[in-house]
């Protein structure tokens, strides 16, 4: 079985995010960067699949240069190659742009399941996992729990909502997207990072990758840190006066009705 895993760099969470002069993403040089969680989630569920029923798993990451740190991480954790899409202004792609170019990197590798993590921890849109397959013309399901294979078909389970669950079949190849915490995510042992120093990765432009008629579906305008301020305003008159008044505020300043 040939798997191919999206992973994403994101910030540190403890990282000091400060937003650059053109409002527009945060200053990459102040801050520390890490694999994005969900996505190391569904790494390890590859590697399990790949040691049961054999195979390779092959991490994929859009990004510039900085982004071989995952893809390292990933390689050490026991992937057999990697891809890298590179790119130095990935932050600016929409979650369509970004799922085309991933693609259009992974068409030629004819995976028989993609992995992703949910969503990521940085934008959080859910939707790479998601276009991928559709791009890609391959059966997919979200929120995935528990994976099992057999006779070239896949059994999964989703998580619904209220403690629900389901089991859906559906064909290989897939694309699946996979909730946190469904495993115990490995660390890289010494041996792995020594062999991940010898393994492949293959990097391609995401010009190369990516339709030149795919336009953006979406801007960002404007990031910028909420203002905090206390105001208190008394309201006066008669109790049922001040009661609708207080509805009225509750219903179009505070937008909580």
Partial sequence: MKIGV???QVPAKDAPLRINDAATWVREGDISYETCEPDNF??????????KHGGEVVVIS????RVRQVIKEGLAKGAARALHVQDDQF??????????????????????LI??????????????????????????ATIIMEIQVADGRLKVKRELEAGW??????????????QSGINKPRYASLKGIMAAKKKEIRAVSRA????????????????????????????????????????EKLRHE???L
């Fill in 115 to 140: 992995l992703t993590g949910l969503q990521s921890d940085d934008h959080g849109y859910g939707q790479t996992g998601v276009l991928v397959a559709e791009l890609l013309g391959l059966p997919h």
């Fill in 6 to 8: 999206c992973l994403k």
């Fill in 208 to 247: 190369d990758v990516l339709p030149a008629d795919l336009a953006a579906t979406q801007e960002t305008k404007k990031i910028y840190v909420p203002q905090k301020t206390k105001k208190t305003e008394f309201l006066e008159g008669q109790p049922k006066e001040m009661a609708a008044k207080l509805l």
């Fill in 254 to 256: 505070a937008r909580i």
């Fill in 91 to 112: 932050y600016a792609l929409d979650p369509l742009q970004m799922a085309a170019a991933l693609a259009g990197a992974m068409r030629e590798e004819k995976f028989d």
């Fill in 42 to 51: 569904a790494l390890e569920a590859a590697l399990q699949l790949a040691e």
């Fill in 165 to 178: 669950f389901q089991w859906i079949e559906l064909p290989l190849p897939a694309v699946l997207a996979i």
């Fill in 62 to 65: 859009l990004g510039p240069e």
